[in-house]
Antibody, heavy 123, light 107 residues
């Protein structure tokens, strides 16, 4: 059974960099069938896709965040990470990592999610 | 960027009633819309993918329909555990986008 788990600091100061890691077990981030992505949800608001990475290192970012986001893999640890620079209070959110479909047919799109981690931006 | 607009924002129903949630895309996404259910404090749960296919473990009372720009999620007879927020999402193009959500609440 595939499992994803987010980890990283829960409190980040304004103007600093938010860093999270998604640990994947029960499946490989080197699979050609899936992207591995980050989604966030500010308190009491909707879901926002941040970006995704593919097995070959290709990355895809939300244009609204592209200048501040980096997603990178660590295939040796079967993890992928998120870095978001120059954070403000508007970046306070629950951050989820998830797997999603990279083929014409996968049997689902964002089909496995981590439990999410609340990151607060505050001094 | 493809914008997904969900309606209504809130749907108030009694258990046993039929629910119909709408999702409209700003341009054609073929069949590539998924629906997710989210309860407070939980990660979203896949319900429907590619317009009309139920995700693993989803009861048959849930159905999805649509293609192009107009999609719907229906629950034939709402059960108490179905009250939640539902989001649609498209995978037709980058960036991936979600609708703003429809809250299905108990009347």
């Amino acid at each position: 059974q595939l499992q994803l788990r987010e980890s990283g600091p829960r409190l980040v100061k304004p103007s600093e960099t938010l860093s999270l890691t998604c640990d994947v077990s029960g499946g490989s981030i080197s699979s050609t069938d899936y992207y591995w992505g980050w989604i966030r949800q500010p308190p009491r608001k909707g879901l926002e896709w941040i970006g995704s990475i593919y097995y070959n290192g290709n990355t895809y970012y939300n244009p609204s965040l592209r200048s501040r986001v980096t997603i990178s893999p660590d295939t040796s640890k079967n993890q992928f990470s998120l870095k978001l620079t120059s954070v403000t209070a508007a970046d306070t959110a629950v951050y989820y990592c998830a797997r999603h479909c990279a083929r014409a047919y996968c049997g689902g799109d964002f089909d496995y999610w981590g439990q999410g981690t609340l990151v607060t931006v505050s001094s | 960027e493809i914008v997904l607009t969900q309606s209504p924002a809130t749907l108030s129903l009694s258990p046993g009633e039929r629910a119909t949630l709408s999702c409209r895309a700003s341009q054609s996404v073929s069949i590539h819309v998924a629906w997710y259910q989210q309860k407070p404090g939980q990660a979203p749960r896949p319900v429907i993918f590619d317009g009309s296919y139920r995700a693993t473990g989803i009861p048959a009372r849930f159905s999805g329909s649509g293609s192009g720009t107009d999609f719907a999620l229906s629950i034939s007879s709402v059960e108490p555990e179905d009250f939640a927020v539902y989001y649609c999402q498209q995978r037709s193009s980058w960036p991936r986008t979600f609708g703003q959500g429809t809250k299905l609440e108990i009347k």
